[in-house]
């Protein structure tokens, strides 16, 4: 779970929550109650911006290796992947 701490906390003990996000934990930054931005590790700022990556690959469904395909057509719903 993430910490949460204020913007002007965070401002206060930047070393402090470095280290935190460093060893794996994100903090939440907030102001007025509202999250306003997170700090994360290197290592989880490469794996945010992969996932994002993803997120906006588009791809054509008759332009699919044929094993994907074959992937697809036997994948069952709720089933764990291979």
């Known amino acids: 779970m993430a910490a949460s701490v204020t913007a002007t906390e965070f401002a206060k003990n930047f070393g ?3 280290d935190q996000a460093l060893s794996g934990e ?8 509202r999250v ?3 700090f994360i590790s290197e290592a989880d700022l490469r794996h945010f911006e992969q996932l994002k990556r993803r997120e906006r690959q588009a791809l ?6 044929e094993d994907v ?8 719903y709720g089933a764990d992947p291979a």
């Open 60 to 65: 054509v469904v008759g332009q699919l290796p």
């Open 16 to 18: 402090r929550y470095q």
């Open 36 to 38: 306003v931005g997170g």
């Open 26 to 33: 994100p903090v939440r930054v907030t102001s007025h109650g």
């Open 69 to 76: 395909v074959a992937g697809i057509a036997a994948a069952e």
